[in-house]
């Protein structure tokens, strides 16, 4: 009996302790120092397309110790009506979640828009001398283009003498075809409307699950309401058209969103 008394006294003493030390931690987790960031409650669902209203939306609070790399890809509540009340969803949301920025991402118009007085031309690009996810449209890049002399005269000569004493002779087809004359040229800048089928930054079409596809191949502007654009084009082109439209490297004049580290 005294056993079973025994046993008695110290399970209630376990449990109280168990009480205690969970009370204990209660009170020290409400004194570690959080960040909210902007979520989404239990019972919501936003569709795909439809606009995040700020009765979508709650705070999530994480430790501060655990945030590490989530600040990269989500915003804090604060921000919420700066940057993501109104914005269309680009899936489908169901809480409960944190709101990551990919999800609020504008889908991009999946159509080339040009105005009065532009057209636009493609250009088949060296994919290994740059980098194709660091390009966006909008962004000012000129074309690195071998340089090449004009075509020489074909030289007359006599009727062909046997093949020993032929070596020396020029072909008069290779005769007329442009030479390389060792070195490159710059030609541009022009402003990018498209890297393959990206009509957006690589993060916004990885965002929107869209295939990247023929990377390799770049659309311009040419635009007659910009001096010499036309100008350049045409001479590009010709360019191109003398080293049989090969892909050519690039340089990047100007980025629309450029992002720099101090």
């Not at 490159?184 to 929107?208: H, I, K, M, Q, Y």
Request: some cysteine.
């Amino acid at each position: 009996m005294k056993g079973i008394y025994g046993l008695g006294v110290a399970l209630a003493l376990g449990i109280a302790g168990a009480l205690f030390n969970y009370v204990y931690l209660t009170s020290k987790l409400k004194d570690v120092e959080k960040v909210a960031f902007i979520g989404i409650p239990e019972n919501v669902v936003i569709q795909r397309g439809e606009k995040i209203r700020e009765e979508h939306l709650c705070p999530i609070e994480i430790p501060t110790a655990w945030v590490g790399s989530l600040a990269d890809v989500a915003d804090r509540w604060e921000l919420r009506n700066t940057v993501v009340v109104n914005k269309p969803v680009t899936r489908t949301l169901a809480g409960q979640r944190i709101l990551l920025r990919d999800d609020y991402r504008p889908a991009p118009e999946e159509v080339l828009v040009l105005g009065e007085g532009e057209k636009a031309r493609f250009v088949a690009v060296d994919t290994r001398t740059f980098v194709p996810a660091l390009l966006s449209p909008g962004d000012r890049v000129s074309f690195i283009v071998p340089k090449f002399i004009g075509p020489q005269p074909a030289r007359t000569v006599a009727p062909a003498p046997p093949a020993s004493e032929n070596d020396g002779d020029l072909d008069p087809i290779a005769a007329a075809q442009p030479k390389p004359a060792g070195s490159d040229d710059v030609l541009g800048p022009f402003t990018v409307l498209a890297v393959g089928n990206r009509l957006a930054s690589a993060e916004v079409w990885r965002a929107n699950r869209i295939p990247q596809t023929q990377e390799n191949v770049l659309t311009i502007r040419v635009s007659k309401n910009v001096p010499n654009e036309v100008q350049r084009a045409d001479e590009l082109f010709r360019r191109l058209q003398a080293i049989e439209y090969r892909p050519v490297g690039i340089e990047i004049e100007k980025q629309s969103r450029l992002q720099t580290t101090p």
